[in-house]
């Protein structure tokens, strides 16, 4: 059995900081388009809208949460070229993975929405609120409070899957990874290691989240 040996590594700490660099470019941009993504979607899905608006968005949703993430990179970034449409592989991959997000927490909107009490509605209203503006001063904000939780449990998971990126050609971690593993021909010292990089950056993503979650109840209350 041979012994483990970290110091193999040790070369290779310099790439590593523009190699997490774009894994949190990824990270944090497609997070941002997934929870714009979500917010329109969600808010408009639980709204009575015309039949062909309601099939469109619920065709979105269901694709993307319906099909593997990785198909989906490929699809955009080696499939679309088919058409004419390039795309930056980093660019590719906020993307995708902001579309396939927000389909899910466009769920977590749609559901936190459809929970505010229809006393809010009446009452504003009565105030003479339009629906729009009912919408965006009186329901939102609630809403908003409640799907914090499935948005930051969303960003963690998106962290988790900038590892996908991988497969194109990106130099982010998991990729740097494959790339020192082709080299050095010690795994386990090398995947651990982003193992543990990738468990820093969801665990610091949790404790972020809960500390939202306590400005945000303040903010909205």
């Known amino acids: ?37 979500a917010i329109l979607v969600g808010t408009l899905r639980a709204q009575k809208l015309y039949k062909v608006v309601s099939i469109l968005l619920t065709a979105y949703v269901e ?13 955009v970034y080696y499939g679309l070229p088919a058409f004419g449409i390039r795309m930056d592989p980093i660019v590719a991959s906020i993307l995708t993975m902001g579309l396939n997000s927000g389909a899910y927490l466009s769920e977590a909107v749609r559901a936190a929405v459809l929970s505010v009490d ?80 990738y468990f820093i950056l969801t665990y610091s993503v949790t404790f972020f989240a809960r500390w939202m979650e306590r400005k945000m109840s303040v903010w909205i209350l």
């Not at 319906?66 to 490929?74: A, D, S, W």
């Open 63 to 75: 694709f993307f949460r319906g099909t593997p993430l990785l198909v989906q990179l490929f699809v």
């Open 118 to 197: 229809r006393g809010q509605y009446e009452a504003a209203a009565v105030l003479g609120f339009r629906p729009w503006q009912t919408l965006v001063h009186v329901v939102l904000p609630q809403a908003l409070r409640i799907a914090i939780p499935s948005f930051m449990n969303g960003f963690s998971s998106i962290i988790k899957e900038t590892s996908l990126v991988s497969v194109l050609p990106i130099i982010e971690l998991t990729k740097l990874g494959n790339q020192i593993y082709a080299k050095t021909y010690r795994p386990f010292e090398i995947y651990i290691s982003l193992a543990l990089v």
């Open 1 to 37: 059995m041979n012994e483990l040996n970290f110091s193999v590594l040790k070369p290779y700490i310099n790439l590593v900081w523009p190699a997490l660099g774009i894994t949190l470019r990824i990270g944090i941009f497609a997070f941002i388009a997934a929870v714009v993504i």
